[in-house]
């Protein structure tokens, strides 16, 4: 949700499906249904997801995750971190996922996202490692599938981002 800029205005009726799940999820809200509230969550996250990918597709004007994801390049780096964050990106793995030199991919990375592509990357573990203390996972366990070296790190890290120490919730 970080992601997103403090406005985000779409037509409805401009998507067809967005449409139409939206008349679907208001259909669910006015009647009291076995499986209601699974419904709506199903729905709400359908429209979140068709809102974002309208976003996207539009272009975004301001750095950040979504100016990135509408990039004709810079995109395939970052759903490359996405998928894989534990893995030990290098800046010229990352490039060569966007197709371009070093250089060119640094640079660009910078001036779309407005961060350099190691600093997305470790906000990125650390924002999934807290979902997974919030879950109750250890802090070893956590730093090791976010892709940190050790738990030290991973934990100076943590409270450099968050300005606390992370713990099982």
């Not at 970052?78 to 990352?94: E, K, Q, T």
Request: hydrophobic fraction near 50%.
């Amino acid at each position: 949700m970080n992601a997103l800029p403090d406005q985000v205005v779409v037509e409805v009726n401009d998507i067809p499906t967005l449409r139409d799940i939206t008349a679907a999820f208001v259909t669910e809200a006015l009647e009291s249904r076995c499986g209601r509230s699974a419904a709506l969550n199903r729905l709400c996250e359908v429209i979140v997801l068709l809102i974002l990918r309208s976003t996207i597709e539009r272009g975004a004007t301001q750095p950040g995750l979504l100016a990135g994801l509408s990039h004709p390049s810079l995109h395939r780096a970052l759903v490359a971190m996405h998928d894989a964050p534990m893995r030990s990106w290098s800046s010229d793995d990352l490039a060569a996922a966007a197709a371009m030199s070093r250089s060119h991919f640094m640079a660009l990375f910078r001036d779309v996202v407005g961060t350099t592509p190691r600093a997305y990357l470790t906000g990125w573990r650390l924002t999934l490692a807290r979902r997974k203390l919030a879950k109750g996972a250890k802090v070893k366990a956590v730093a090791r599938q976010v892709g940190f070296g050790s738990a030290a790190a991973f934990s100076r890290a943590f409270f450099r981002k968050f300005g606390e120490w992370p713990s099982v919730r």
